[in-house]
């Protein structure tokens, strides 16, 4: 199934896939592009854990996110997330600004 749009805002998308992404757990990647992703850290029940994964630092509303979806009544657990500047719209090359993704699967607590 192609990527589905399952809610969008003017500050937000929510999408489902089912495409594949990196096995969990993985280490760093360094894009080459000057992004680097630390890796794989595995925060279900711990949630003090959240505030050490590097992407998260510093930002409390990341922080809160993956901590709910980390909790251990939680149905969900995360997978990655990232941070930064980016192009909003590839057809508009000055149109950069904050863009923050975290990916998330089902987990059975």
């Given at each position: 199934?192609?990527?589905?749009?399952?809610?969008?805002?003017?500050?937000?998308?929510?999408?489902?896939?089912?495409?594949?992404?990196?096995?969990?757990?993985?280490?760093?990647?360094?894009?080459?592009?000057?992004?680097?992703?630390?890796?794989?850290?595995?925060?279900?029940?711990?949630?003090?854990?959240?505030?050490?994964?590097?992407?998260?630092?510093?930002?409390?509303?990341?922080?809160?996110?993956?901590?709910?979806?980390?909790?251990?009544?939680?149905h969900l657990?995360?997978?990655?997330?990232?941070?930064?500047?980016?192009?909003?719209?590839?057809?508009?090359?000055?149109?950069?600004?904050?863009?923050?993704?975290?990916?998330?699967?089902?987990?059975?607590?």
């Amino acid at each position: 199934m192609p990527t589905e749009i399952i809610a969008q805002g003017e500050s937000y998308v929510i999408s489902s896939t089912d495409d594949w992404g990196p096995g969990t757990p993985y280490g760093p990647i360094d894009h080459q592009d000057g992004h680097f992703n630390h890796g794989f850290l595995h925060v279900i029940g711990h949630p003090d854990s959240v505030a050490e994964i590097p992407e998260a630092v510093g930002k409390p509303g990341v922080i809160h996110l993956l901590t709910r979806l980390n909790a251990p009544e939680s149905h969900l657990m995360s997978l990655g997330c990232d941070n930064g500047i980016y192009q909003l719209d590839p057809e508009q090359v000055h149109q950069d600004g904050p863009r923050c993704y975290v990916g998330f699967r089902h987990h059975l607590p």
